[in-house]
């Protein structure tokens, strides 16, 4: 509260008191981070300044996208936006997002968490009179994006301006200069409440961006031998051994990267991977009810069948509600199954064998495979020892041409 009260920007009103309401959806985060990212990483200059639009329907405000903006700084220091390339960008906004049509309800940039500079106001007061008379501003705290404490909120504040009335009740003294007329006005900005919200679309997305961030790794890049200046063509043979070490250290390199999986196997391997934790969860919820039923009473089971019969410590209460719900699943079972059962069974044992059928498929490629490298390695063996057999002796031919001198 200490710093709140600090700020001469922040209202003295409470943010409950405006019934404004603010949607800010996720695509607006990703393009904010990637902004910062990007900034940090380049070490532009200038400040972090985007734009923000969306729909307004009554007191609800919808944040669906988001746009960095070229700035310039005036001679005194100050910073304002190109007013030229924002006017063009935002009508090739508008054209790009015509249905629903969006427009520009805001701005971003990062703000300490104490609230709002004097620096910004040369841009909303721009934005105010030209554009939006109602734009709000989207404050991002930097410093509050590097803690990760869970269940931590977003580190970020959304804010509105509204004209207010200088607040003169700190003046002491009984004597009070007597002004005609209203007070000043001046801009105060006001903290507002926000929720987030996903549409089907952004779950794609979103979901992506997660998966990849999950399977993301540093990928180094290769070290290669420098080579000496000279011709690796060499007919004294002076260079073999450089270029040898060369191919085998990327014979090496092209065996590690067999082990990294493709774009599509990752994609594969999350699919599978949710399908078979979504089987998991739904054998324990059976087993439970299973478990549940087993341990009911024996007033509560029905036939002559007690072998489910328990001692009445291990026994369950039973709850009514509890198993109307399991019977009328039970009655629903009826429509999952499906009405030609033999067809069904048929599709089912064709689909069996033609994996079964794969699976072989896959065994005999492989059989080949490792015949065919030992049809090469026992080649080459064979080829060495010809070669062999073909050389003379050296012994020999020397003593037969001091014979014949």
């Not at 709002?116 to 030209?130: E, F, G, M, R, V």
């Not at 801009?187 to 929720?195: H, I, P, V």
């Not at 000279?230 to 004294?236: A, I, Q, S």
């Not at 291990?314 to 009826?334: E, F, K, M």
């Amino acid at each position: 509260m200490e710093a709140t009260i600090a700020n001469p920007l922040l209202s003295t009103q409470k943010s409950s008191d405006s019934g404004l309401q603010v949607v800010l959806h996720p695509l607006v985060l990703l393009t904010i981070s990637d902004y910062i990212t990007r900034h940090a990483l380049r070490n532009q200059p200038g400040p972090i300044v985007g734009a923000l639009i969306g729909q307004q329907n009554g007191r609800e405000v919808t944040m669906e996208h988001a746009f960095e903006c070229a700035t310039e700084t005036k001679d005194d220091g100050e910073v304002i936006l190109d007013a030229a390339w924002f006017d063009q960008r935002l009508s090739q906004m508008k054209i790009i997002h015509a249905s629903p049509q969006l427009d520009l309800v805001g701005w971003y940039t990062l703000l300490p968490k104490s609230g709002p500079t004097p620096s910004i106001l040369p841009i909303h007061n721009w934005l105010l009179s030209t554009h939006n008379e109602s734009s709000l501003l989207l404050g991002f705290h930097q410093e509050e994006s590097v803690k990760h404490d869970a269940g931590s909120r977003l580190p970020l504040t959304i804010y509105e301006s509204n004209l207010e009335a200088e607040d003169l009740k700190n003046e002491q003294g009984e004597d009070k200069e007597m002004r005609d007329g209203d007070p000043p006005l001046k801009l105060k900005f006001r903290e507002l409440a926000y929720s987030v919200e996903t549409g089907e679309a952004e779950m794609i997305s979103m979901d992506f961006v997660a998966r990849g961030a999950g399977n993301a790794t540093a990928v180094e890049p290769r070290e290669q031998k420098k080579l000496m200046p000279g011709n690796t063509d060499d007919p004294k043979g002076k260079r073999k051994m450089d270029v040898v070490e060369l191919n085998e250290a990327s014979s090496r390199t092209a065996e590690s990267d067999e082990h990294i999986l493709s774009r599509e196997d990752e994609e594969m391997t999350a699919a599978l991977t949710a399908k078979a934790n979504s089987v998991k969860m739904l054998q324990s919820r059976i087993n439970l009810l299973i478990t549940y039923l087993e341990r009911l009473p024996p007033s509560h089971l029905t036939g002559g069948d007690t072998t489910m019969v328990t001692s009445e410590s291990d026994q369950t209460v039973p709850y009514h509600t509890i198993l109307r719900s399991i019977q009328a699943l039970v009655n629903r079972l009826s429509l999952v199954v499906p009405s030609s059962t033999e067809a069904y069974n048929e599709e089912m044992l064709r689909e069996a064998n033609d994996v079964h059928l794969m699976e072989l498929l896959n065994d005999v490629l492989q059989s080949t495979n490792d015949i065919r490298s030992l049809g090469k390695k026992f080649n080459i063996i064979e080829t060495s020892k010809g070669q062999t057999k073909k050389l003379p002796d050296d012994s020999k031919l020397l003593g037969s041409r001091f014979a014949e001198i």
